[in-house]
């Protein structure tokens, strides 16, 4: 299995640890090489597509790297495992479905197919998998990934929008949350940036309702958290290494230390101690307004990296 | 203000809607239609079966014989099918989207 230093240098200068956010686990994460890429919200290259952001250069970087990790699959073959984390497609402010998207960017759906990619669904492309819901046609996307090793779960893929009250597609909020995203997407037409200020304002007071605790002072009086989806996922975590779930995993096949997502379009990898056991949390960012960050385990080493 | 978030409830009203229209498949949209498939050298009864008599009917080019002719259709529906092929551009593995059938279709 390569290493991370080994995949540096075969990157040849063109990975970087993005901020200090490299980390080691106590145990083996992975046996493979295992790269996540998430939130490309591919779309028709309108002034709404915040992967192209206006800019060709961004597509020239993503195609770049794709052709990196192309290469890397040829030379590594079956050690290296890749994840797209979901919303690869923006299907909530596209035209033609995935059909024009396709149209659109055919070198990246290209090559992410060619080099064998595992795909995650996020909010933003859940219609992949409810499209044909009654004949179980996904479109190779599934809920949630998993990596082994040394025979137990080690660590946990999902998109994140699980832990997220505003987007979960299950609740109403998370049906009102894709309507403000597609008013917001038309009002893209008109100021192409207006996506970005309002997301740093939605933050902002978000940032300031974590910070002061406004709603439970007493049970969480720290208020500061390094990732606001840390309680969730070192429940859900704990939850499974109890066995205490509903995917028939019994506790003796599960040691669950890490979560991996993307969603937030914020990149971050967070240290989570709790009832004596580290719990990490890897969030990859996203590739939408320049953004170009990827998540990397091998064995027990983890870092977020910038491609380019 | 009030007027403000009258609009907004207008915008999210109306993009609820177009939400709820669900996706048609190839198979929903082509049982409202009947279609032909295009080949080379195929018999042009067989269209004229299928798609009616042309709305247009154009005199034959100069220099051409009266056999070499032109028919066409206002309005009628075309079906293009679609597949990602493998190319080399420089060196590097690409993708192009290319046309491998046409369906020519009117409503039923």
Same mark, same amino acid.
């Given at each position: 299995?390569?290493?991370?230093?080994?995949?540096?240098?075969?990157?040849?200068?063109?990975?970087?640890?993005?901020?200090?956010?490299?980390?080691?686990?106590?145990?083996?994460?992975?046996?493979?090489?295992?790269?996540?890429?998430?939130?490309?919200?591919?779309?028709?290259?309108?002034?709404? %597509?915040?992967?192209?952001?206006?800019?060709?250069?961004?597509?020239?970087?993503?195609?770049?790297?794709?052709?990196?990790?192309?290469?890397?699959?040829?030379?590594?073959?079956?050690?290296?495992?890749?994840?797209?984390?979901?919303?690869?497609?923006?299907?909530?402010?596209?035209?033609?479905?995935?059909?024009?998207?396709?149209?659109?960017?055919?070198? !990246?759906?290209?090559?992410?197919?060619?080099?064998?990619?595992?795909?995650?669904?996020?909010?933003?492309?859940?219609?992949?998998?409810?499209?044909?819901? %009654?004949?179980?046609?996904?479109?190779?996307?599934?809920?949630? *990934?998993?990596?082994?090793?040394?025979?137990?779960?080690?660590?946990?893929?999902?998109?994140?929008?699980?832990?997220?009250?505003?987007?979960?597609? %299950?609740?109403?909020?998370?049906?009102?949350?894709?309507?403000?995203?597609?008013?917001?997407?038309?009002?893209?037409?008109?100021?192409?940036?207006?996506?970005? !200020?309002?997301?740093?304002?939605?933050?902002?007071?978000?940032?300031?309702?974590?910070?002061?605790?406004?709603?439970?002072?007493?049970?969480?009086?720290?208020?500061?958290?390094?990732?606001?989806?840390?309680?969730?996922?070192?429940?859900?975590?704990?939850?499974?290494?109890?066995?205490?779930? *509903? %995917?028939?995993?019994?506790?003796?096949?599960?040691?669950?230390?890490?979560?991996? !997502?993307?969603?937030?379009?914020?990149?971050?990898?967070?240290?989570?101690?709790?009832?004596?056991?580290?719990? *990490?949390?890897?969030?990859?960012?996203?590739?939408?307004?320049?953004?170009?960050?990827?998540?990397? !385990?091998?064995?027990?080493?983890?870092?977020?990296?910038?491609?380019? | 203000?009030?007027?403000?978030?009258?609009?907004?409830?207008?915008?999210?009203?109306?993009?609820?809607?177009?939400?709820?229209?669900?996706?048609?498949?190839?198979?929903?949209?082509?049982?409202?239609?009947?279609?032909?498939?295009?080949?080379?050298?195929?018999?042009?009864?067989?269209?004229?079966?299928?798609?009616? =008599?042309?709305?247009?009917?154009?005199?034959?080019? =100069?220099?051409?014989?009266?056999?070499?002719?032109?028919?066409?259709?206002?309005?009628?529906?075309?079906?293009?099918?679609?597949?990602?092929?493998?190319?080399?551009?420089?060196?590097?593995?690409?993708?192009?989207?290319?046309?491998?059938?046409?369906?020519?279709?009117?409503?039923?």
């Amino acid at each position: 299995m390569l290493t991370l230093d080994g995949l540096i240098r075969k990157a040849e200068g063109k990975l970087n640890i993005y901020k200090d956010f490299r980390l080691q686990g106590d145990k083996n994460i992975t046996e493979k090489l295992t790269i996540c890429i998430s939130d490309t919200h591919l779309l028709e290259r309108g002034p709404n %597509d915040d992967f192209l952001d206006g800019k060709p250069a961004y597509e020239d970087r993503f195609l770049d790297f794709l052709d990196f990790l192309l290469n890397l699959r040829q030379e590594e073959g079956e050690r290296l495992e890749i994840v797209q984390l979901g919303d690869m497609f923006d299907l909530w402010q596209a035209k033609g479905n995935t059909n024009l998207i396709v149209g659109a960017y055919p070198n !990246i759906i290209g090559l992410i197919d060619k080099i064998k990619t595992i795909y995650v669904v996020g909010n933003h492309d859940i219609d992949l998998v409810r499209w044909y819901k %009654d004949e179980g046609e996904t479109f190779g996307r599934r809920w949630r *990934h998993y990596s082994k090793a040394e025979g137990k779960l080690r660590a946990m893929y999902e998109h994140g929008f699980q832990a997220d009250f505003a987007n979960n597609q %299950d609740s109403l909020l998370g049906a009102i949350g894709r309507e403000v995203t597609r008013v917001v997407g038309m009002m893209e037409y008109i100021y192409p940036d207006i996506d970005v !200020i309002l997301g740093s304002t939605w933050d902002s007071v978000v940032r300031a309702f974590g910070k002061f605790n406004v709603f439970t002072p007493v049970r969480d009086p720290q208020g500061f958290s390094p990732h606001e989806y840390s309680k969730f996922y070192v429940d859900l975590l704990e939850r499974y290494n109890r066995g205490d779930t *509903h %995917d028939q995993l019994g506790p003796e096949e599960v040691d669950l230390s890490l979560v991996v !997502i993307g969603h937030t379009h914020m990149a971050r990898l967070v240290k989570m101690p709790k009832n004596e056991k580290i719990y *990490h949390l890897m969030d990859c960012g996203s590739w939408v307004n320049g953004g170009r960050e990827i998540g990397v !385990i091998s064995g027990k080493d983890m870092a977020i990296f910038q491609w380019g | 203000m009030r007027r403000l978030a009258i609009l907004f409830v207008i915008i999210v009203g109306i993009g609820s809607c177009t939400t709820l229209q669900q996706p048609k498949t190839l198979g929903q949209i082509k049982s409202e239609l009947d279609c032909i498939q295009y080949k080379e050298g195929m018999s042009w009864n067989q269209v004229s079966q299928v798609m009616s =008599p042309p709305d247009i009917t154009p005199i034959p080019e =100069p220099g051409t014989d009266l056999s070499k002719n032109t028919r066409i259709y206002k309005d009628k529906i075309i079906i293009f099918y679609i597949e990602m092929r493998e190319v080399k551009e420089e060196g590097k593995v690409r993708f192009q989207e290319v046309v491998t059938n046409i369906e020519f279709c009117k409503k039923k």
